[in-house]
């Protein structure tokens, strides 16, 4: 008992010389902990102030991203909190807008076989939007199209809801036309001119139709007035027609809206957020690219820097790629000259700046942007009456462009090239800017030509008289490893969106990649892609 009592008071007695010790440096304690919690305070402030731009680098994996102009310098999250996406996840997002449609064989299909479309949007709400139809009989002919938005997505809605019928009556006959009117006067049914190939959400909008059949209407009638013979370059000259015509009835629909408008009016419930105000889709614009498929001749005709590109397969079984279209942008030397050519040489310097027109606009050619064709008064009248629909469109809309001095500087003629379908030609790849910023002409057609002839693989394998065994097994390998590589997409489109998010610099699908590209935030995502559409036209069938 006493040796237990004696151990308890040395150990009272230790306790009270490190107090002892301790107590000089309890200030210096105290004065570092506040150090500390100070320095604390001020990195939440500076990350609340700063987070948007000042956070972590983007990981190894998102080094190899293409950086619009001007943002090399920010950096930014990349993943979300949550954790990882599922591979289930990721097919969701990629296969949400995905569509096939497989034309019956015969005349009636002109030589498509069918096609593979899907659409990604990075812009909330995304601004490009695609078409699909087959032309009905009288017509002749199938289309398709991508329409690559900007300043919001009410000209490309449009675009994609209308120039299909204008090109539908470009090209057809003129007693076709005559039995339309015929049907309009006697107040019969019109008959369908278009069999729209539709993902069911590209039903989502109203597209105006009142006032699009009366413009229609009006067209087809000045085609019965000024027309006699139909010549034999008709495809190329109707398509030049429809783009142009139905530039110029976006504009005056949008001048004819504004001349009911009174100064400062209030607009209608709807009326300045809807898509299909003819103000708010002429302030907006969008680039075009457009194929018509008749009797095997393919005609493209672009606006803007959408492309048209053909995979050929070689006679040794290699793929190629054929561009059919030319970007209008300053970095076509040809569409840069034509651009400073129609205005003063007073102008050349403010024409184009930093690669914009008028330092504003990248591409040199698009449907609507009133802002870049009308005249300054136009404009300053649009700016003073009709602030309402000022505040629904983009903020660089709300104000004249500088140095606009000889309007118009933006056109609506698109280029178009012809070519007859060989049996080489086995697709055709249209898409958006938004792809091909990510990836090459050749790796796309290689990436396609690969996914369908891996599809192909999976037909029952009938092997010729005289194989031997080795070779047998040689042809099954190869066989096999081509279906393993498409099996997860067996939509072409999709499988293009796949690789050009998560390509891993080896022609493979980095996971970790992409998912970390497909989770990114919507407000950070644009910094790293655009829209991206692509719509895949099958033509014939790859040889094996």
């Not at 017509?139 to 398709?144: A, E, I, K, L």
């Not at 390509?503 to 644009?526: C, H, I, T």
Request: net charge neutral; with cysteine; charged share 20%.
């Amino acid at each position: 008992m006493t040796r237990l009592l004696l151990v308890l008071l040395l150990l009272v007695l230790l306790l009270l010389v490190l107090l002892l010790l301790l107590l000089p440096h309890v200030p210096m304690v105290s004065a570092m902990l506040g150090r500390t919690g100070t320095f604390r305070g001020r990195c939440r402030f500076e990350l609340q102030q700063c987070s948007p731009l000042s956070s972590p680098p983007p990981p190894p994996e998102l080094s190899r991203l293409h950086y619009p102009a001007g943002s090399r310098s920010r950096k930014y999250r990349t993943g979300r909190e949550a954790g990882p996406m599922s591979s289930a996840q990721i097919n969701n997002i990629l296969k949400a807008n995905e569509y096939s449609h497989t034309l019956p064989r015969g005349p009636a299909s002109h030589g498509v076989l069918g096609f593979h479309s899907n659409m990604l949007p990075s812009n909330l709400p995304g601004e490009d939007r695609r078409s699909s139809a087959t032309c009905m009989p009288g017509c002749g002919g199938v289309q398709f199209g991508v329409f690559d938005g900007h300043a919001g997505s009410a000209c490309a809605h449009a675009i994609s809801q209308r120039l299909f019928y204008y090109i539908a009556v470009a090209t057809l006959p003129l007693r076709t036309l005559a039995e339309l009117e015929r049907a309009v006067q006697e107040d019969r049914a019109v008959p369908p001119l278009l069999e729209w190939h539709k993902h069911p959400q590209d039903h989502s909008c109203p597209d105006g139709g009142a006032i699009s059949f009366h413009s229609l209407r009006n067209y087809w009638q000045e085609r019965l007035e000024d027309e006699e013979d139909e010549d034999s370059g008709r495809v190329t000259s109707a398509l030049v027609n429809a783009f142009c015509r139905l530039d110029y009835d976006l504009s005056v629909e949008a001048q004819v809206h504004l001349s009911m408008s009174s100064p400062r009016r209030s607009s209608l419930p709807g009326e300045a957020s809807s898509l299909s105000s003819p103000l708010r889709v002429a302030l907006s614009g969008c680039t075009a690219c457009v194929a018509h498929v008749s009797k095997g001749v393919l005609h493209v005709a672009n606006l803007g820097d959408s492309r048209a590109v053909l995979g050929v397969q070689e006679p040794d079984g290699r793929w190629s790629a054929l561009s059919l279209t030319n970007d209008h942008n300053a970095q076509n030397p040809e569409e840069l000259q034509r651009i400073l050519g129609e205005h003063p040489p007073s102008e050349r310097r403010t024409v184009v700046r930093h690669d914009r027109l008028l330092g504003l606009l990248l591409p040199f050619r698009a449907f609507g942007d009133v802002r870049f064709k009308w005249s300054s008064e136009m404009l300053s009248r649009v700016y003073e009456t009709r602030p309402d629909i000022l505040s629904a469109v983009s903020e660089a809309v709300r104000a004249l462009p500088p140095h606009y001095l000889t309007p118009p500087y933006l056109s609506a003629q698109p280029e178009v090239t012809r070519h007859r379908i060989r049996p080489a030609d086995k697709f055709l790849v249209l898409a958006t800017d938004g792809l091909w910023e990510l990836m090459h002409r050749q790796s796309v057609v290689q990436l396609v030509g690969e996914q369908v002839t891996g599809l192909q693989q999976q037909r029952p394998f009938i092997p010729a008289a005289g194989v031997t065994l080795g070779s047998l097994q040689r042809l099954l390998l190869e066989r096999r490893g081509r279906v393993l590589s498409v099996l997860e997409d067996q939509n072409a489109a999709t499988h293009l969106l796949r690789h050009a998010l998560g390509d891993d610099g080896y022609g493979a699908v980095a996971p970790n990649r992409l998912a970390k590209m497909l989770s990114l935030p919507a407000e950070l995502a644009r910094r790293y892609r655009d829209d991206i559409t692509i719509t895949v036209i099958h033509l014939n069938e790859p040889d094996l």
